[in-house]
């Protein structure tokens, strides 16, 4: 169900479809798991973890933090993986480059 969860930059109404399965607390509790956004949010900072470790030239570091020019069409822009991370991170109040050894 969360293969693949490292890549996700995730909007609330995604993060509510994913929680109608997993939406019991008392079952997660008893069962000792963990919800499914902290779990995206490990992934993520993982995967982070495996990208600032990359050479300089290599062709994931690059695009992982590519910035597209340009304009846009108008409203508001969805989040990208970057800004996504730095949420994460925020959250765990921690940095980017912490990832490199907590994950």
């Avoid at 730095?86 to 980017?96: F, L, M, P, V």
Wanted: aromatic fraction near 10%.
């Amino acid at each position: 169900m969360v293969y693949g969860s490292e890549t996700w930059a995730m909007n609330v109404e995604q993060i509510g479809g994913i929680l109608q399965w997993v939406s019991s607390v008392s079952l997660r509790d008893t069962m000792g798991i963990e919800p499914v956004t902290e779990f995206v949010k490990r992934n993520r900072l993982g995967w982070l973890g495996q990208v600032l470790r990359k050479g300089d030239g290599d062709w994931v570091k690059i695009s992982s933090f590519y910035e597209v020019d340009g304009v846009s069409q108008g409203g508001r822009l969805r989040m990208t993986w970057n800004e996504v991370v730095e949420k994460d991170t925020r959250y765990r109040n921690s940095h980017k480059t912490d990832c490199c050894h907590s994950c």
